[in-house]
């Protein structure tokens, strides 16, 4: 089927408390991990990229890739871009056909951050593309960029509110505790700051930083509007050890039609983990 906005699955989702998941797709070998997961499960699914897999990939290669495995399933996918850097970036994938989108001010000044994502809301909504956007800090290492944990800044829910109000944004990326990358120590997520802003806000909520969450958290921030959550650093790692395991046991393969099948096997068990925790795939209609 065509890809869909991401719209229609995360207001679902915030109405009904359950959560779509959100995949970084890096490579084809991972984007056929992800859609062969979210099909034995029978819910929906976006598969992310972020400026930087554009960059390698190409965002021609990622559209006709996504297409493709798009007309051969009939779960819904939306194609979203993460992290968007730059309003040129966001244009570059609405041009391309991504059905939502992401714009990351929240390095920028209260009042800048405020005016970019207006100028995103304004271009997006009228190729009906939804957005998403971040206010505070997370922290971790997101496409090579380095937030420290003490730089990290949560998100004041009074501003979330004014930010909502201001910019129309379709889902909200609070910093509520999450950090991208692996855990050193289990995170402290503020829940009752999540509630405060999803009830002043009325949005979806996005959870990023998800990979390494306890899974009775995740299942917890689902009653608190907590709508999208985002996976990549658990998809990566667990890609690079089946591949290793695999190299290192057949030290004499070179093919890659081969080598690559039990990565691509571990990280669709992942998904499909990931996707059962979400429960979306017991309330979708």
Do not use: W
Request: hydrophobic share 40%; aromatic share 8%; charged share 25%.
């Amino acid at each position: 089927m065509p890809l869909v906005s991401s719209k229609p699955l995360l207001d679902d989702a915030y109405k009904n408390h359950y959560a779509i998941g959100a995949f970084a797709v890096h490579n084809l070998e991972i984007m056929k991990a992800v859609i062969s997961g979210a099909e034995k499960i029978d819910t929906p699914v976006i598969f992310q990229t972020t400026p930087g897999t554009i960059k390698y990939v190409g965002i021609e290669n990622i559209k006709n890739m996504v297409n493709s495995v798009a007309e051969k399933t009939s779960i819904p996918i939306a194609l979203h871009l993460d992290h968007g850097d730059s309003f040129k970036t966001v244009l570059q994938c609405l041009r391309a056909g991504y059905t939502s989108v992401m714009i990351d001010g929240s390095k920028l000044q209260y009042e800048e951050n405020v005016a970019l994502v207006q100028k995103v809301v304004e271009a997006a909504h009228y190729v009906n593309v939804p957005v998403e956007a971040e206010l505070g800090t997370i922290g971790g290492v997101e496409d090579d960029l380095s937030v420290d944990e003490q730089d990290a800044q949560l998100t004041d829910p009074d501003l979330a509110k004014d930010f909502v109000a201001r910019t129309d944004i379709d889902s909200f990326a609070p910093a509520f505790g999450t950090a991208h990358g692996l855990y050193k120590k289990e995170p402290r997520l503020n829940f009752e700051l999540v509630r405060k802003i999803s009830e002043s806000t009325g949005r979806p909520i996005v959870m990023h930083g998800a990979s390494g969450v306890p899974e009775e958290k995740v299942r917890e921030s689902l009653q608190y509007g907590v709508s999208k959550v985002n996976f990549s650093t658990e998809l990566k790692v667990e890609f690079v050890a089946r591949l290793r395991d695999y190299l290192n046991d057949h030290p004499h393969t070179d093919d890659p039609r081969k080598y690559f099948v039990p990565a691509r096997e571990a990280v669709e068990e992942i998904v499909k983990k990931k996707i059962l925790m979400l429960q979306s795939q017991q309330t979708y209609a």
